[in-house]
């Protein structure tokens, strides 16, 4: 596989596509990470109110330890504080409760805004980033053949529009069909311009 062109406008071209994708990709990346510390910010009343409805339980169970020694009352009003402490523990767990789901929001809400930003990009880029790497290598690979400025010349026939195959000499086709070496290398280097390659 080849990454990089040999031709000096089409390499500086990949290479600065391939920069400005790293870079949005980078963005969006240090976006996601901000969004969610923000997010994660909302989780403080959460803890604010577990631990109100902690201190709140623990202050009544106390309470309700301490009268509950007292004579004839004692152990009625023990219970009843014992009893209204149990709203704070429904408070805290409440609060417990919101900071999960601040969590699993400040989880999923930047990993979806950085799939969508830089996915939509990578979808686009990649695939034919990687389709011409691939082609380039079986290129590379092809021209250490024999019949490569052959082959090569076959496919700038087929695949090379008219107005390209129109800047070539006259008679050039003609003569690459009579067997003429030179309209064959002719034919081979603009194919292997179009990729972005020169021939060995």
Do not use: C, H
Not at 108 to 135: H, K, M, Q, S, Y
């Amino acid at each position: 596989m080849k990454l990089y062109a040999d031709t000096p406008a089409r390499r500086t071209r990949q290479l600065t596509g391939d920069l400005l994708v790293l870079g949005w990709v980078a963005v969006w990346v240090w976006v996601a990470l901000e969004l969610r510390e923000r997010l994660r910010a909302l989780a403080a009343p959460g803890r604010a109110l577990e631990r109100a409805g902690t201190s709140f339980s623990g202050s009544l169970g106390d309470a309700g330890d301490r009268v509950g020694g007292l004579p004839a009352v004692g152990d009625d009003l023990a219970g009843a504080l014992r009893s209204a402490g149990g709203a704070g523990d429904t408070v805290a767990e409440a609060g417990r409760s919101q900071q999960d789901a601040v969590e699993q929001l400040a989880l999923f809400v930047p990993l979806l805004v950085l799939a969508l930003a830089a996915g939509i990009v990578l979808v686009r880029w990649l695939p034919g980033r990687l389709a011409w790497a691939r082609e380039a290598g079986a290129a590379r690979r092809l021209l250490a053949r024999p019949d490569a400025v052959e082959v090569f010349a076959t496919r700038a026939v087929v695949n090379r529009p008219t107005s390209a195959l129109a800047s070539l000499p006259d008679a050039t086709i003609s003569r690459w069909r009579a067997g003429d070496p030179a309209a064959a290398e002719a034919l081979a280097a603009l194919e292997l311009a179009a990729l972005g390659l020169r021939a060995r």
